[in-house]
């Protein structure tokens, strides 16, 4: 079992940054792949960026663009998104996720079922 649980989500204002963290506990974390997925309101839900278990590998979905960057501390058991330049269309629940994998495949990475465990999620409201 993992568990695992987010935090820094809030209200930002267009063209600002938040870090969102996720802290891990149970098995070994440095063994498990790591996405960060969001969902809006009506929408499905959505990778926004992926690390493997090493950090070696990162994915991002295709709206990223640059603005996001996703890293790990493996001797924190935290994996964090730094989020910047933020667009009104960021809007959503953001959820953690762990895969007990050593995956490093980018379509491995993306894939939501692979992703066995699941944070309970953090708002993220960008206001324009």
């Known amino acids: 079992q993992v568990q695992l649980v987010e935090s820094g989500g809030g209200l930002v204002q267009a063209g600002g940054s938040l870090r969102l963290s996720c802290a891990a506990s149970?098995?070994?974390?440095?063994?498990?792949?790591m996405g960060w997925f969001r969902q809006a309101p009506g929408k499905e839900r959505e990778i926004v960026a992926a690390?493997?278990?090493?950090?070696?590998?990162?994915v991002y979905g295709d709206f990223v663009k640059g603005r996001f960057t996703i890293s790990r501390d493996n001797a924190k058991n935290t994996v964090y998104l730094q989020m910047n330049s933020l667009k009104p269309e960021d809007t959503a629940v953001y959820y953690c996720?762990?895969?007990?994998?050593?995956?490093?495949?980018?379509?491995?990475?993306?894939?939501?079922?692979?992703?066995?465990?699941w944070g309970q999620g953090t708002q993220v409201t960008v206001s324009s």
């Open positions: 996720a762990a895969a007990p994998k050593p995956y490093t495949r980018d379509y491995l990475l993306k894939s939501q079922t692979e992703y066995n465990y």
């Open positions: 149970g098995r070994t974390f440095s063994t498990c792949a």
């Open positions: 690390i493997s278990w090493g950090g070696g590998t990162t």
